[in-house]
């Protein structure tokens, strides 16, 4: 099963081989791992995508609690986080019968970052579904590369994870 | 005033209250050393990095304080490596301390360089690299907090040596405050009632104690839990020492090489008061078969260790001190009687016992230490059948008194440590329980004991042979010993401790054991005891590697 762990780390060299090295130590994967500051510049978020029974994640989350950095760990359950994902796709536009990619991507409302004689680039941000699903739009059009940046991801209520990670206090 | 790194350094280590640094001097350190030149700090020069480490640890075990060592940068960082995982498994508070190539040099592959923060980050507790003098202080008041509290765990503290030059005021009166470190001490008070109702309920409890136990110097709660409810005590290696062996509840040590009655007895209990320990898979054996009819109390200070094999029905996170406090106000004594029965049936039929003819064994080696010392001595162990014998053998009667390497199993610690526990304990008879081949791998440490006048008595339990591998090797792999005879092959370990100035002494037969150890506890120098053991002895009970603990081979003690 897939688990989305939010991560609240010291924005200090070396945390990210300290997460990335428990990962890889204890034998859990990881799927996806976007890191980046917050509303504090003291304080980085990590978003990472891991797969594991609900065992493995409750290790996966008191073993990240033992960091000294890690300041805090969420795990989002199912339906109650938004997650999005950039990703950045070089199609070819070498000569085809019918539509051209450039016509297919505008009209299926995607924007294009840059055009050039060969090829384009398409920039799109989106849940896992809607980027996979634009990848499926452009391979008969010849992908030349992909980049994505991996999901990030953020609670879909009213709770506010604050960057010190401390509850947020109501009026 | 201003100081330099080197001066701060030392200045923090004394509002530490240091009393001694272990370590080893080096191009990157040259700087600390000048400034440990006329610091009023002992020093112990060892004669290998992973000796100072280990004795670090030593002390630190005998104590509870933190132990500190230090090392240059490169090979000297790297030779401490694996003292510091050997403390990371066993939850040891330690302070290691590194030289570090110039702050501009560092990742460009200089002389005697290592990336000692990447390799050390899988077996500290943290470690930190010192970009900047000003940040010095607050980093060695942080380390010795981290080391000590919560779970302990060794911390490294790698110093650039121009950081080591450079200038700051020193100011040690900040207050540590870690926002991603707030260890949990007092247990949850509704689980600590349902955990004494479940003892009050239960009709075959067992106290499962480990080192966590020590470390929160609970062994008079333990003491009391046990004794007043009549519940059976076991222990696990580390655990040794928290109830005394020789009264009537103990069992011993559990697992693999745990007593009979021991694995009999959690096995068939139908609640195990698990206190500081993790559950580890030389205690359990096949984990599904495990204690199949007990719930479960699991009193530990590390979260992460709740649940990680066992499930656990009543975790307590905190310090068990002050959580067994707490559970034997409110334990009402459950019936025992019946149970308390058939673990005395168990121990009369499946004593630890050895073969006793006019042959010189090594368990009884262990025994008559023991009986010598009436139990007052600090024994450190090497790792295989000597450390199993010592731990089956001696009754450790008194918390810290049985050091020996659980975790990691490191051959070569017991020497360096029993001299880190020899500092610390200067009136307490140390003897360090080895094999032929574990004293071997830090035997340059016998200098070490011998100049600083530490008069550790080393137990060579010579049998020829890396006895536990050959033991495995003669029980899975058809008896073909590969690579795990020694005879003939080892110094001759009276002169070897004559050379070094210490007293070597040989024994070949059983008759002279005790006259030996009795010269040697009288001796005022370092002894090395050269017993000419019995080669092929196993040790027993055994529980082969993920069979269940109570189908154990050599019952009777006799293969």
């Known amino acids: 099963m897939k688990h989305t762990i939010a991560v609240l780390v010291e924005n200090k060299f070396g945390v990210l081989a300290r997460v990335a090295g428990l990962f890889s130590a204890r034998g859990y994967n990881i799927d996806s791992l976007a890191v980046g500051e917050t509303e504090d510049p003291s304080v980085s978020r990590m978003t990472i995508v891991s797969e594991g029974d609900e065992k493995t994640l409750e290790q996966i989350k008191k073993q990240l609690n033992k960091l000294i950095d890690v300041i805090k760990v969420v795990d989002f359950k199912d339906g109650e986080f938004v997650d999005r994902e950039l990703v950045l796709i070089r199609v070819s536009v070498a000569a085809k019968t019918g539509k051209s990619a450039l016509e297919v991507v505008k009209a299926a409302g995607y924007k294009v970052a840059c055009a050039g004689a060969k090829s384009i680039l398409v920039e799109a941000s989106g849940d896992r579904e809607e980027i996979n699903a634009l990848v499926k739009i452009l391979q008969p059009f010849g992908i030349l590369e992909v980049v994505r940046t991996g999901r990030i991801a953020i609670g879909s209520g009213e709770r506010v994870l604050k960057a010190d990670g401390k509850p947020e206090v109501n009026e | ?559």
């Not at chain 2, 640094?21 to 080096?26: A, C, N, R, T």
């Not at chain 2, 050390?120 to 000590?148: G, M, Q």
């Not at chain 2, 580390?238 to 009999?264: D, E, I, S, V």
């Not at chain 2, 100035?501 to 005022?524: E, L, Q, S, Y």
């Open chain 2, 1 to 559: 005033m201003k100081m330099s790194g080197a001066k701060i350094l030392i200045e923090c280590l004394k509002k530490e209250k240091v009393e001694v640094i272990f370590g080893y001097p080096g191009g990157q350190v040259l700087a600390i050393f000048d400034q440990l030149y006329d610091a009023p700090i002992k020093f112990i020069l060892t004669r290998h990095e992973q000796g100072a480490a280990h004795a670090a640890d030593g002390y630190a075990r005998a104590t509870g304080k933190v132990g500190v060592c230090i090392a240059t940068s490169g090979p000297g960082a790297t030779n401490l490596v694996t003292g510091i995982a050997t403390a990371y498994m066993d939850s040891i508070p330690m302070v290691a301390i590194t030289g570090q190539v110039k702050s501009f040099l560092i990742g460009n592959d200089a002389f005697q360089e290592a990336d000692i923060t990447g390799i050390t980050r899988p077996v500290t507790k943290h470690n930190y690299l010192v970009e900047d003098v000003k940040d010095l202080a607050r980093i060695v008041k942080e380390a010795f907090h981290i080391a000590s509290t919560g779970r302990p765990g060794p911390v490294l503290i790698d110093i650039p040596s121009d950081i080591q030059t450079h200038e700051t005021d020193f100011d040690y009166s900040g207050k540590v405050d870690i926002r991603g470190y707030n260890p949990t001490y007092s247990g949850h008070p509704g689980q600590i009632k349902r955990a004494a109702k479940a003892i009050s309920d239960s009709r075959r409890p067992i106290l499962y104690v480990g080192g966590g136990a020590i470390i929160s110097e609970a062994s008079e709660e333990i003491r009391e839990l046990a004794i007043k409810n009549d519940i059976p005590v076991t222990m696990t290696l580390l655990g040794l020492g928290a109830f005394p062996m020789t009264h009537r509840l103990a069992l011993g040590m559990l697992g693999m090489h745990g007593t009979a009655y021991a694995n009999h007895s959690i096995m068939e209990s139908d609640l195990i008061i698990s206190v500081g320990a993790r559950f580890d898979d030389r205690v359990t054996g096949k984990l599904d078969e495990f204690a199949p009819h007990a719930k479960v109390i699991h009193i530990d200070i590390d979260p992460a260790s709740v649940s990680k094999n066992v499930d656990v029905d009543i975790p307590i996170v905190g310090d068990a001190k002050p959580i067994l406090k707490q559970l034997i106000k409110y334990v009402k004594k459950p019936d025992t009687k019946a149970w308390i029965a058939r673990v005395e049936d168990w121990k009369k039929k499946h004593p630890l016992k050895y073969k006793d003819d006019g042959v010189l064994r090594p368990q009884y080696v262990v025994e008559e230490i023991f009986n010598a010392t009436k139990g007052n001595a600090i024994i450190t162990t090497e790792v295989g059948q000597n450390q199993m014998w010592a731990a089956q053998f001696f009754k450790f009667t008194k918390p810290r008194t049985m050091l020996s390497s659980g975790g990691l199993g490191t051959m070569g610690y017991g020497l360096p440590a029993a001299i880190g526990a020899q500092i610390a304990e200067p009136d307490s008879l140390v003897f360090d329980i080895a094999g032929d081949g574990s004293i071997q791998m830090n035997i340059q440490e016998l200098a070490t004991a011998v100049i600083n006048k530490l008069p550790v008595k080393i137990v060579i339990l010579n049998n020829g042979y890396l006895g536990m591998v050959r033991q495995w090797q003669e029980l899975f792999y058809k008896k073909r010993y590969s690579q795990t005879t020694l005879s003939g092959t080892c110094p001759d370990f009276v002169k070897l401790a004559e050379s070094y100035g210490a007293v070597g002494i040989r024994v070949t037969k059983k008759a002279d054991v005790r006259a030996a150890i009795n010269k040697a506890i009288k001796t005022k120098n370092v002894v090395m005891m050269d017993f000419r053991v019995s080669g092929e002895e196993n040790v027993f009970p055994m529980v082969p590697a993920g069979g269940v603990i109570n189908k154990m081979l050599g019952v009777d003690g006799l293969a």
